[in-house]
């Protein structure tokens, strides 16, 4: 079993920078595939970026691909989403997860653990 703690939100301004990260629980982070999603107000949680458990690959959303980086600490069990030039339709809780899969995981389904989420509001 794997626990998530997200940390790293706040209140800044449009063209500012942010760095979320998740720290996990276990002796296992290694091993799963993991995940940042994110939900705005209104509106269903979207993937937004993903990293194999190795790092070795990633992928991320259109809308943040070139402005956010994901990466990981193995040795530290932590996650990290760094975020550029942040825009007001970044406003969203950030959320962590963690999947048991070999590559990247995309959709929702393969996650099994979710953090309980990092608030992160950009004024413009």
């Known amino acids: 079993q794997v626990q998530l703690v997200e940390s790293g939100g706040g209140l800044v301004q449009a063209g500012d920078s942010l760095r979320l990260s998740c720290a996990a629980s276990g002796r296992t982070f290694s091993m799963y595939a993991m995940g940042w999603f994110r939900q705005a107000p209104g509106k269903e949680r979207e993937f937004v970026a993903a990293?194999?458990?190795?790092?070795?690959?990633?992928h991320y959303a259109d809308s943040v691909k070139g402005r956010f980086t994901i990466s990981r600490d193995n040795a530290k069990n932590t996650l990290y989403l760094q975020m550029n030039s942040l825009k007001s339709e970044d406003t969203a809780v950030y959320y962590c997860a963690a999947a048991r899969t070999g590559g990247v995981a995309t959709t929702e389904g393969p996650y099994s653990y979710w953090g309980q989420g990092t608030q992160v509001t950009v004024s413009s």
């Open positions: 990293i194999s458990w190795s790092g070795g690959r990633t």
